[in-house]
């Protein structure tokens, strides 16, 4: 699929002179926090709300989401505010509820860009809905498994497709939850050229001290967008909260962030 000049469409579509911000809470927790993130994220120069509503926590136990009730609050969030959404999906049960709450870009998790079942599965569900489908890197550093569940998307004609890179598990001990190992991305920008890479410095930092940095490094490196974990009180949250920063404190990043000049 390498060259394919419709691989980028969607996000020239767009029309930014900048990259694409998608922000929100790692996890929709209830109506009140998904609209006034949503509310606040007007302020910032944020495109795309996020909020994950089924969530697979790596040990049962953990919060994992609110399942589709969170869709009517995204709904009435874009609604109100007009902001496109955006969660993640793992299975066609998934797809099928987010397409009737008309989410408007789907993100496959780190978890199920593992599996080419489950992504099959997925993209079959998806078929003739020209959606938008952004790829999470697997959670192991495996260039061919991320390259493989993109294929399957597009094989499958899901054309409007972008990666996200969110970092890799390792069992050493690291200054980052997940290793960025951006020699990964770099190498899957070379055999994809045009496709929309997209950094997610939340999940990879684990920690929001991280996040600035890790956002310039990806700005250094020609990303086309920024997925930031962003909640109205991060220590409060139900997922991720040592990761997650407020719409303040993002607009003030993104008023800090050095943007490459395209030179064209
Ligand atoms: C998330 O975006 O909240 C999430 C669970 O991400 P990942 O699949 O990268 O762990
Ligand atoms: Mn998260």
């Not at 940095?213 to 949250?237: F, S, V």
């Not at 407020?246 to 395209?262: I, M, S």
Request: one cysteine or more.
């Amino acid at each position: 699929m390498s060259g394919n000049a419709a691989m980028n469409d969607w996000l020239k579509a767009f029309n930014l002179d900048r990259p694409l911000l998608i922000a929100g809470p790692c996890s929709a927790e209830t109506e009140e926090q998904v609209l006034v993130t949503a509310k606040a994220l007007q302020n910032t120069d944020t495109n795309v709300l996020r909020a994950g509503i089924w969530k697979p926590r790596t040990r049962p136990g953990n919060f994992e989401g609110v399942g589709a009730l969170g869709l009517k609050w995204l709904l009435k969030a874009k609604r109100e505010t007009g902001l496109l959404t955006t969660t993640e999906v793992a299975n066609p049960i998934h797809v099928d509820l987010a397409l009737k709450h008309e989410v408007d870009i789907l993100w496959i998790g780190a978890r199920t860009s593992v599996s080419p079942f489950a992504v099959q599965e997925i993209a079959e569900a998806l078929k003739g809905t020209n959606k938008i489908v952004l790829v999470k890197n697997p959670i192991n550093p495996d260039l061919s498994l991320w390259l493989g569940a993109l294929e399957r998307f597009y094989k499958t004609g899901i054309e409007q497709l972008g990666a996200i890179h969110r970092g890799f598990s390792s069992y050493k001990d690291s200054l980052y939850r997940n290793i960025p190992e951006w020699q990964i991305p770099i190498d899957l920008r070379q055999e994809l050229p045009d496709l929309p890479l997209i950094l997610d410095p939340s999940h990879i930092a684990g920690d929001r001290k991280l996040i600035f940095d890790l956002c310039q490094t990806a700005l250094d490196l020609n990303y086309n967008g920024l997925m930031i974990e962003t909640h109205p009180n991060p220590d409060q949250a139900w997922s991720d909260a040592k990761q997650q920063i407020t719409p303040e404190t993002l607009a003030a990043y993104t008023r800090k962030l050095k943007v490459r000049k395209k030179s064209s």
